[in-house]
């Protein structure tokens, strides 16, 4: 029964009222109790050795805290028919409505009883009602109902079912995944509608500012979508995102990775900060370069407000987060990139060392830590030019120092490239032509590089040309192996997936076709570093396959090609980027250049499910868990190491920094 005492009371003690109906034998054990329950403490505080409580200081501050027990105020009212099944009290006043299992429906007035129990508080003696341990006052009252209906006829406790009408619809699983239709807004319509978009997907697709007012707004997904036309746009169902932001740059990135920071691991309070460094494409020397970017000030998005102006959310984040609406802060740092644009970067694991691509067949090695050095000093200085979007301050400081070791011993250009996390220092690199190059540093600058506290880079390299295609097949995509020195996997052109151990040259170990057609290319893979059995390949045909290494054999024996343990086809656009969760052993993410898609392949796929016949650029898997929409052509999508399930994605259109509402 609601009271007079304000809403979001988290002050102790606390206080309440309720009504509860019984059924017991006879008239004595039908009846209707109003409880009124006071001193409601919370549970007694641990004491640490010295004596103190190890709970800070602050509650105890504003609670006053006592040893001491409850009180309980009862006061009962005679049910005219038989137990009750079921009650319900009205909102707005305190009529209390009751089903009888004699098949009467009764209304009760509460409110000369409630005033009642205000002027009797904490008197008598308690009779009937023990448990609580604390005082206890009962006053009987015989007044009854004051309206009782018997057009029923029968008894109910309102859990029968009714058949099944067009008025009257029932959901087989209420825990199932619904997908909603929506409405079009005219975009000159000022008021604020959040359209409530598929679980999976989060944007909304508004309509053009022609559109009728009062249309239908559709929840819009590119796996099972119209195409959009010219004059339609997407926009954003901010509920769907526990944060959110984009950035605008002033030219186009293919690449970028994180660089880790001293912030520490699982890190889950907000306002987040990272660290990231992008290569850019664009005209003239000046549209290829470097950037070191920090981003700061990442909160969460604003929460809903309810009727009151509270937070719909709970009040537990709001304790231990610092909320505020203020943009996030964006300070950039340039560094000349030499040689035409970046076709793909990524950073050494143990120290702030990029390798890039350059679209001119040169692989560049850039120290970033006098950068880093200069960025932390120079924090929140300056005005930013050239880089909008983030909303919030942006300091640009320009270096013209570049790289430290150039290499153009491929003769052409490429794209794959990628650090061992096993042994530091080690690059491998492949190019168009079929070419794979493995780096390792000098005996001489060993010492300078597995150390992350070392202050200079390694200057001296040992490369060599560890395999080269015989047809010139396009070496797409390289990894090491999570575990092992010497073994890499390659994606190749032409749909092969390869297996190559550095102690033997010129030969792969394993070679596969892993898709579904010949000369289908194979853009991008990933190996599972929790479950280092199971590699990603991202096909040029949109095809997203997960392979079981121990089932493809050495070489000696059966030609028959493996079967994939999880195919997903829905993609129609060509998968650009593939990254395996940095501590969920199960949960993927990939790229096509319509949008950004989190799979968890832990979730099996109903058994009618598998014997429907769909059309797989139609049917949304089970597995998939989001989509993030609105960016154009995206290129590559990778998690952040160290906050959980934040992703950033690089595309046409810019940067985007997200955390699923459902991750």
């Not at 009205?90 to 409630?114: C, N, R, Y």
């Not at 206890?136 to 009252?141: K, L, P, Y």
Request: proline share 6%; net charge negative.
């Amino acid at each position: 029964v609601s009271d007079q005492l304000g809403s979001n009371r988290t002050r102790f003690p606390h206080e309440c009222l309720a009504v509860v109906g019984t059924s017991g034998a006879g008239d004595d054990g039908n009846k209707l109790m109003l409880l009124k329950l006071s001193d409601l403490n919370r549970c007694s505080k641990k004491k640490d050795v010295d004596g103190d409580d190890s709970d800070s200081d602050s509650d105890s501050e504003s609670d006053e805290e006592t040893d001491d027990p409850p009180t309980l105020e009862h006061l009962s009212l005679s049910h005219p028919s038989g137990g009750v099944n079921r009650l319900r009290v009205m909102p707005e006043k305190p009529i209390v409505a009751t089903w009888s299992d004699a098949g009467v429906v009764h209304l009760f007035d509460l409110q000369s009883q409630l005033a009642l129990l205000e002027r009797n508080a904490g008197k008598g003696a308690a009779g009937g009602m023990s448990g609580m341990g604390g005082a206890a006052a009962s006053m009987r009252q015989s007044k009854g109902s004051f309206f009782d209906y018997e057009g029923h006829g029968c008894e109910t406790d309102g859990t029968h079912e009714l058949e099944e009408t067009l008025e009257n619809l029932r959901f087989e699983d209420p825990f199932e995944d619904q997908f909603e239709e929506e409405e079009f807004v005219d975009d000159d319509d000022e008021e604020d509608m959040k359209p409530a978009a598929e679980p999976t997907s989060t944007p909304a697709a508004s309509a053009p500012s022609t559109t009728v007012e009062g249309a239908a707004v559709q929840g819009w997904t590119p796996l099972n979508s119209h195409k959009l036309s010219q004059d339609e746009r997407l926009e954003i169902n901010e509920e769907a995102y526990t944060m959110h932001h984009a950035l605008t740059p002033e030219w186009p990135s293919l690449s970028f990775d994180f660089v880790s920071d001293q912030l520490g691991s699982n890190r889950t309070r907000f306002p987040h900060e990272c660290l990231a460094v992008v290569g850019t494409s664009g005209a003239g020397e000046d549209g290829n370069k470097l950037m070191l970017l920090k981003l700061s000030d990442l909160n969460r998005c604003s929460k809903k407000k309810d009727v009151d102006g509270d937070d719909s959310d709970s009040d537990s984040d709001s304790e231990s987060d610092e909320e505020t609406d203020d943009p996030p802060t964006l300070e950039h740092l340039s560094l000349s990139h030499p040689s035409g644009g970046v076709n793909r970067l990524r950073v050494m694991p143990e120290k702030p060392i990029v390798a890039t691509w350059s679209d001119a067949g040169v692989v560049h090695l850039f120290d970033l830590q006098s950068q880093l050095a200069l960025l932390e000093r120079n924090a929140g200085k300056g005005a930013a030019p050239g880089m909008g979007g983030a909303g919030g301050a942006a300091a640009s400081l320009r270096q013209s120092k570049g790289s430290f070791f150039d290499y153009e011993g491929h003769g052409c250009e490429g794209y794959a490239l990628d650090w061992s996390k096993v042994s530091p220092g080690r690059l491998v690199t492949g190019d168009v032509q079929g070419a794979i190059h493995v780096w390792d540093v000098e005996a001489a600058a060993a010492t300078n590089t597995p150390s992350p506290a070392a202050t200079t880079p390694p200057t001296k390299w040992s490369i060599t040309k560890h395999y080269q295609a015989n047809q010139s097949q396009s070496v797409e995509d390289l990894q090491w192996s999570p575990t092992e020195a010497t073994v890499l996997a390659a994606g190749e052109c032409g749909g092969m997936l390869k297996i190559y151990d550095t102690r033997q040259k010129s030969k792969p170990m394993i070679s596969v076709s892993a898709t579904n057609q010949q000369n289908i290319d194979i853009n991008v893979i990933a190996w599972n570093h929790h479950v280092t059995n199971l590699l990603a390949t991202g096909c040029d045909d949109g095809t997203l396959s997960v392979w079981d290494l121990r089932t493809f054999g050495g070489g000696g024996g059966s030609k028959k090609e493996p079967l994939p343990l999880a195919r997903f086809t829905s993609h129609a656009k060509p998968i650009t980027s593939v990254e395996w969760h940095p501590t969920d052993e199960s949960m993927i993410v990939c790229s096509d250049e319509d949008a950004t898609f989190v799979y968890d392949l832990s979730i099996e796929e109903e058994e009618d499910a598998k014997a429907k016949p769909t059309n797989p650029q139609e049917d949304i898997p089970p597995q998939l868990l989001f989509v993030h929409c609105g960016s154009q052509f995206t290129k590559e999508v990778h998690w952040h190491p160290q906050i959980p399930s934040m992703l950033m994605t690089t595309s046409q259109t810019g940067y985007s920094l997200f955390i699923p509402s459902n991750l």
